[in-house]
């Protein structure tokens, strides 16, 4: 059922119980009123007439009394007879003229009309005088003053419930409004605003749907947003995902053009040089001087050919596997930085993927080249081991510490780091450790697998 009904149907019988209430008090007013004019016109009537009708008897006799009556004619609310000793109707009052012909409804009459037992009167010749109430007139008086009670209270009853439903139906008239912007709100159309409500409340309720729906269109446009944002940002991981893997190929390409082209090259560059320099100094020592010159060139040119490679790629990955590429790796930078220990503890599943190894590889590889490049320790300790789910790879060094300006942008290599191991699934973590110098954590799930 709607509000508007619903208060309608509360207004209508709360106004027709008051009329209800006010027409029984009314009738109830009005019976103990009739009830006491009955009894007491009654008891004047009884004691006047009955006194009067007396000293008519005992003066002239029945005929005088009989006269007197019939010159009294009608006594109001009294019903008088005069009977004879045989029983024979002498006298009745006559009809009333007051509002003749018309009768109140008889459950009204009984519900006013008191019980006032007849007075009989005996006259001399045995004669009796019977003198009865009759409050017909009464009765009728009080159901006309009640119809139009009645009449009146129904007729205020149909005015007050006009107003009132116009009244309801007025101050209900925002609320379709509302609900048809809610509905719409609902439908998608976060653009939707109500227009200004007649009537305090519902102008309040307006502002506040205007201000809920401007705040959930902005959350709605934030969400978009972030989800826009978090679309582009998984599509560059994407593409950043691709560009590695094409970085890879080409340095895995590259560090075989150097292995077995530029490796072979130089190495026949050093070859006859060697050759030219051990001819030539028997006929021309300073032909001699620049093969050798040449020679030497060459030996380092093919060193740091060597020493380039595994930073393009490690090719011992495909052949050695990771445990013997990691190995050749801290042996390699021991024989190149004798003053500082480099130690390699391994506990390696069996089975990686290729992904995983190429990412512990680069997490090993960028941490002793950082410690050792710039913070000058005296110790570089790599552990790779298997826990749980994944492999955790830790690089320790004594030394300096991270600068304070470390996290700052531009610091590219720990970066596309941080990126690789991010597209595994893992974590990678930057910090000083408790007794000094840097430590470098990589948590990587085996879960993972290449893309």
Do not use: C
């Not at 910090?431 to 000094?436: I, R, V, W």
Request: aromatic share 4%.
């Amino acid at each position: 059922m709607r509000l508007r009904t619903r208060l309608n149907l509360v207004v209508t019988g709360l106004s027709a119980a008051f009329v209800a209430v006010l027409i029984v008090a009314e009738i109830q007013s009005t019976r103990a009123s009739v009830r006491e004019e009955i009894e007491a016109a009654n008891r004047v009537a009884s004691q006047l007439l009955g006194q009067l009708a007396s000293v008519y008897s005992t003066v002239g006799g029945p005929n005088l009394v009989l006269q007197f009556l019939q010159q009294l004619g009608r006594v109001r609310a009294n019903e008088v007879t005069l009977w004879s000793p045989a029983g024979e109707l002498l006298y009745r009052s006559p009809q009333a003229t007051y509002k003749s012909g018309r009768e109140a409804p008889v459950w009204f009459a009984h519900l006013l009309a008191p019980q006032v037992p007849k007075v009989i009167f005996p006259l001399r010749g045995g004669v009796r005088l019977v003198i009865e109430a009759q409050p017909s007139r009464s009765v009728l008086d009080a159901w006309d003053d009640i119809t139009r009670l009645a009449s009146l209270g129904v007729g205020m009853l149909i005015v007050v419930n006009a107003l009132a439903f116009w009244s309801i139906a007025r101050a209900l008239k925002p609320f379709p409004i509302i609900a048809d912007g809610l509905e719409r709100i609902q439908q998608g159309e976060l653009t939707y605003r109500l227009p200004p409500l007649a009537g305090h409340e519902a102008s309040t309720i307006g502002s506040a749907f205007n201000r809920m729906a401007q705040a959930v269109e902005d959350k709605v446009q934030a969400e978009r947003h972030a989800r826009d944002a978090e679309a582009r940002l998984e599509e560059r991981r994407e593409m950043a995902s691709l560009a590695d893997q094409r970085v890879e190929e080409e340095r895995r390409l590259i560090a075989h053009e150097l292995h077995d082209e530029f490796g072979q090259s130089v190495t026949a560059i050093r070859s006859l040089a060697l050759a030219i320099a051990t001819q030539g100094g028997t006929r021309d020592a300073a032909t001699g001087e620049v093969a050798r010159l040449i020679s030497d060139e060459a030996a380092r040119l093919y060193d740091a050919m060597h020493g380039l490679i595994p930073r393009l790629a490690p090719l011992s990955l495909d052949t050695l596997g990771l445990t013997a590429t990691l190995e050749n790796l801290a042996r390699d930078w021991q024989r190149r930085h004798t003053a500082v220990a480099v130690t390699l503890h391994h506990d390696l599943p069996p089975d990686l993927s290729p992904s995983i190894t190429l990412a512990i590889y680069r997490v090993v590889q960028e941490g002793v080249i950082n410690a050792l490049r710039h913070a000058n320790p005296s110790r570089v300790d790599v552990e790779v081991r298997s826990e749980p789910g994944g492999i955790r790879v830790t690089v320790a060094d004594d030394g300096a510490g991270l600068p304070e300006d470390w996290s700052k942008p531009g610091h590219f290599g720990l970066r596309g780091l941080t990126e690789r191991v991010t597209q595994l699934g893992g974590t990678l973590s930057i910090g000083n450790g408790a007794a000094g110098g840097a430590r470098l954590t990589a948590d990587i799930p085996l879960l993972a697998v290449s893309a």
